[in-house]
């Protein structure tokens, strides 16, 4: 029997490399946070949100259905002012993050994108940060994303996780031994 073979958790079959080892396993802090991006956000989606139910409330008291017109711009408010924060919760809260002897793991499974598993090697030459303290964030890599009709770079690690500071010690490890 292999020894490597013993050695690779289930479900791991065919995506590690034979002689590559699991170091960390972890799952982010899933709970909803505010931060000021959700502020502005918050802010316009209840004065949009506002608008709406006034107006539902004025075209019912001319009667009919017409009223209901509105339902959606309400729902439209509620949702700039509230989506954010919700939707990041669940985003944390179906993703998981693996730390092997090379590479960076994020899997994710979500209603819109559906399973996704994404790596990324950690090298000698990889740039690493630490972010917050307990939940903490280490990023490893960055992707350009559209944000207000400008490129942006945005970081991508292990989001909110309670052992940032020991998975970042890990990764500097490997690049250690890399180098």
């Given at each position: 029997m292999n020894v490597a073979a013993l050695k690779t958790q289930p479900g791991?079959?065919?995506?590690?490399?034979?002689?590559?080892?699991?170091?960390?396993?972890?799952?982010?802090?899933?709970?909803?946070?505010?931060?000021?991006?959700?502020?502005?956000?918050?802010?316009?989606?209840?004065?949009?949100?506002?608008?709406?139910?006034?107006?539902?409330?004025?075209?019912?008291?001319?009667?009919?259905?017409?009223?209901?017109?509105g339902l959606i711009h309400f729902s439209v408010g509620v949702g700039i002012g509230a989506g954010g924060p919700i939707w990041r919760s669940y985003r944390l809260r179906r993703t998981w993050y693996t730390l092997t002897d090379r590479r960076a793991f994020i899997a994710t499974d979500t209603l819109t994108s559906g399973r996704m598993l994404a790596t990324y090697p950690i090298t000698a030459d990889t740039v690493l940060m630490l972010e917050g303290k307990d939940p903490g964030s280490v990023f490893f890599a960055s992707v350009t994303r559209r944000i207000n009709k400008r490129d942006r770079q945005v970081p991508l690690g292990f989001e909110r996780i309670h052992d940032a500071r020991n998975v970042m010690a890990m990764m500097r490890d490997i690049q250690k031994a890399a180098r």
């Open positions: 791991w079959e065919g995506i590690l490399d034979q002689d590559e080892a699991i170091l960390w396993q972890g799952q982010p802090d899933g709970r909803m946070t505010f931060g000021a991006r959700d502020l502005a956000a918050g802010l316009f989606g209840l004065v949009f949100a506002g608008f709406a139910l006034i107006w539902m409330i004025l075209a019912a008291q001319a009667g009919g259905f017409f009223w209901a017109f």
